[in-house]
């Protein structure tokens, strides 16, 4: 299947520092991005919806000017955490459509997870 | 709206069968699907079902689907300890962009 690469893995940072994800589609372009923040023994929330070349579209709760979202190419999209807090400590995954098969049956490939410490 | 529920715990030794159940809440819900993760680690998928089929099955896994319930289930035969993790279902959603809408998971366990 389709492979999203997700970097770094890990991440801690001092409070009110910020802290850029990349999220790599390496062998398929993903016009489309997602941006999922997962919670200790919670599901995936949702945080944005990431398109090349155009601005992401948040969901409703989510600050846009704190998780800067940027897919500059088909096979990137970046999450930054701008001014992070303890709050925003957190599981962060992305996930991509994957190629033709993708295109059909919504199928979304999942990078590996970043996961934000600020101390 | 859209909301999709699970269990979140099941405990199974090996060897025997584990069922995993999901509710779903769109009727429009093209495709269903289950994802698994293990720790710290992200989502891999397992299998989907379209919204015309009522049951699918590739080597030990077993998706079934009541329509008319909006209920999704996921059975592992033989289970294995390996397949301890969290299983999520998830529904497309017919909205723009076709986002996924995901349960809180079930964590299954496997003893001995």
């Known amino acids: ?32 991005m997602f941006w999922y923040r997962q919670f200790p023994k919670q599901s995936l ?27 500059a ?31 059909n049956t919504g199928e979304l490939f999942f990078g590996e997870g970043s996961r934000l410490t600020v101390l | 709206g859209e909301d999709v529920e699970q269990s979140l715990f099941l405990s199974v030794r090996e060897g025997d069968s584990s069922v995993i159940n999901c509710t779903y809440t769109d009727s429009s ?7 698994k993760q293990e720790p710290g680690a992200g989502l891999q998928l397992l299998t989907y079902i379209f919204s015309n089929m009522d049951m699918k099955q590739d080597q ?3 998706v079934l689907l009541n329509k008319k319930d909006k209920h999704l289930s996921l059975r592992i ?13 998830a529904e497309r959603s017919p909205g723009g962009y076709n986002k996924l809408i995901f349960g809180a998971g079930t964590r299954l366990a496997v003893h001995p």
């Open chain 2, 29 to 35: 819900s093209t495709y269903l699907y289950w994802y």
């Open chain 2, 77 to 89: 035969a033989d289970t294995q300890t390996g397949d301890s993790a969290i299983y999520f279902c």
């Open chain 1, 1 to 32: 299947g389709a492979v999203v690469s997700q970097h770094p893995s890990r991440v801690i940072c001092k409070s009110g520092t910020s802290v850029k994800i990349e999220c790599r589609s390496l062998d398929f372009q993903a016009t489309t």
């Open chain 2, 60 to 62: 030990r896994l077993t």
């Open chain 1, 45 to 71: 929330m949702l945080m944005a919806t990431s398109n090349e070349g155009s601005k992401a579209t948040y969901e409703q709760g989510v600050e846009k000017d704190k998780f800067l979202i940027n897919h």
């Open chain 1, 73 to 103: 190419s088909l096979t990137l999209s970046t999450l930054t955490v701008t001014s992070a807090h303890p709050e925003d400590s957190s599981f962060y995954i992305c996930s991509a459509r994957g190629g033709t098969s993708g295109a």
